[in-house]
C-alpha cells in the first residue's frame, strides 16, 4: 500500500508561523543575551590564543587580503549581510516544494540547530576579531567598505540599526551552521551536477568570508559545524517524540477507514469511541470471494462505516 503524499504534505501557512516564531525567539533571544563587554573580549582572545597554540590563526591572513583587495574586500561583505537571510530560506522553500516528503526533517534540523546556537550565545558571549583592539591586528571590512553597502560600521545590519543586533553572538558561527545545512541539503537532494557543487562551495566559501572580515574566528566556523552536528543527532528523536505527543492529544473524528495487511490492522487507524473494527469474513459468508482473492496479494480495505450495533462484517472492497 502507498503512502498518502497529499496527506503527508505540510501546510504552507503552518510552517510559515512556524519558522517566524522560531526566528522572532532566536533574534530576540540574541538581543537579552549580549553578555558583558569584557567578557566578551576575554573569550575572544582565549580563542584567538588556542588557534595560535594549535597552528589554526588563518583570520590575520584572510583578513589582510580582503581589506588590501576591495575586489575581494567588498564582494565578501555583501555575501556576509545578505546570503546567510536569502540562500537557507530559498533552500527551504525548495524543499518544500520539491521534496516534501524530506522536508520536516531538514526543517527540524535546522531550527534544533539554531537553538542550540542560541544556547551557545548565552553561555559564551564572544567578541568578533574585528571588535578587538587594532593592536591585534584585524580591521573591520564592514566598516571598511561601508560607503558601498546598506550596512554601517557597527555591524552588518542597516545603518542605524548596529545597536539592535548582538555583535557578541559569535559563538558559534551560525553563518558557517546554516550554510552547511544548505551545503548537505543541496548536495543529498540535488539533482543536478551544479546543485551538487553549489552545496559543496556554499560552506566552503562562507567560511572563508566570516574569517576574511573578521566577523568570526576559524574555532567559531568549527563550532558552527558541530552544533548543526549535534543538531542532525537529535532531530529524529525530537521528530519521534513529537509525533508521540500528536497522537496522544491528536483528535478522533468521526468514523474511519481501517486497513488490514495479511490480517492485522494497520497502525494509526482509529474508531469513535463505541464502535470496533468488524471480525474478518468468515468462510461462509467469504467463500465466494475467497476464491477470486486468494492469488490476490493486494490489503483489503475494510469500510467500517457499518452500524456498532450490527453484527454483520462491513463489505470489502
Known sequence: MQETAAHDRPRWWTELLLIVVVYAAYTGGRLLVRGDESTAVDHGLAILRAEKLLHLNAEHP?????????????????????????????????????????????????????????????????????LLDAGHGFIDTMGQYSAYGWWGEEASAPR?????????????????GWALWCGVMLWRHGRTPLLKSLG???????????????????????????VMTVGALLTRPFMVLAGRVRGRFAPVNGRTKSVVVGGVVSAGCETSAGERFPGQRTRTNASASDSTDAGNGAAAVIDADADAGDGSPAAAR
Open 62 to 130: 584572510l583578513n589582510r587580503l580582503f581589506t588590501e583587495h576591495a575586489w575581494l574586500g567588498i564582494p565578501a561583505d555583501f555575501a556576509y549581510a545578505s546570503l546567510h537571510y536569502l540562500v537557507t530560506p530559498a533552500v527551504l522553500v525548495w524543499l518544500f516544494r520539491r521534496r516534501p516528503v524530506r522536508y520536516r526533517a531538514a526543517r527540524t534540523w535546522l531550527m534544533l540547530s539554531t537553538l542550540l546556537g542560541l544556547a551557545g550565545f548565552t553561555l559564551m558571549p564572544t567578541c568578533p576579531p574585528r
Open 160 to 176: 542605524g540599526l548596529g545597536g539592535m543586533t548582538n555583535q557578541f553572538a559569535a559563538m558559534p558561527s551560525l553563518h558557517v
Open 200 to 226: 559543496v562551495a556554499y560552506p566552503l566559501i562562507t567560511t572563508f568570508v566570516v574569517m576574511g572580515t573578521a566577523n568570526h574566528y576559524f574555532l567559531d566556523a568549527v563550532a558552527g559545524a558541530a
